[in-house]
Structures are given as structure tokens and as C-alpha cells.
Nanobody, 121 residues
């Protein structure tokens, strides 16, 4: 079983920064595509950022230029650096990862339990 554990959430101020970490178990982390989702109260879950196993990144428009996703395969860890925080960034942030078994075309997806980020004065 692959486990993802998020950390680094908490209270941030508008304009401030937080860095989220997602530590993954297992020995095949390097093949996973990884991402961060968030869900605010009363809103649907949205994909915030992704990073492929090849290092390609992409972001939802609302965080472009402010958030950076990165990975350290040696540490089995994915990060989300959040700068210039806004109150609308307040949400539970979830780490997710997955890969496709090319022999069977079966997709495997894994989810962390989430970490709360609150941005307020």
C-alpha cells in the first residue's frame, strides 16, 4: 500500500508563504505523477498543481506565478511552495499521486489525508 502524508499546513497571512510537503512510502515514487488538490468549504475540489514523473509542471490559473510544485525523488517527497498567499487559498490541501501499469493499462491513484491551510489576518 502506498501512503501519502501531507504536512506544512497551518495559518498564513495574506502575502505570506507556506510550504507543503507530501511524503510517500514505497520504492517506485519516481514513476508517479504527483499533484496537489484543494477543497474549500462549500466548494468543489480543484486541481492546483501537477508534476509528472518527468518533471513537467502545470498549475491552475489562480495560482500561476505564486505557487511552485517540485519533487525530490531521493526523498520520496513532493512540495508545494505557496507564496503571495490570498484568503481564497484557504482550503484543505490534498496530495495525490498515481501511475499507469502499461502492461494492463490499469491506473493506480493514491491520496493523502489532507492538511489545512488558512490564510487570514
Amino acid at each position: 500500500q502506498v501512503q501519502l502524508v501531507e504536512s506544512g499546513g497551518g495559518l498564513g497571512q495574506p502575502g505570506g508563504s507556506l510550504r507543503l510537503s507530501c511524503a510517500a512510502s514505497g520504492s517506485i515514487f519516481s514513476i508517479y505523477n504527483m499533484g496537489w488538490y484543494r477543497q474549500a468549504p462549500g466548494k468543489q475540489r480543484e486541481l492546483v498543481a501537477i508534476i509528472t514523473n518527468g518533471g513537467t509542471t502545470n498549475y491552475v490559473d489562480s495560482v500561476k506565478g505564486r505557487f511552485t510544485i517540485s519533487r525530490d525523488n531521493a526523498k520520496n517527497t513532493v512540495y508545494l511552495q505557496m507564496n503571495s498567499l490570498k484568503p481564497e487559498d484557504t482550503a484543505v490541501y490534498y496530495c495525490t499521486g498515481g501511475y499507469v501499469d502499461l502492461l494492463t493499462n490499469r491506473r493506480y491513484n493514491y491520496w493523502g489525508q489532507g492538511t489545512q491551510v488558512t490564510v487570514s489576518s
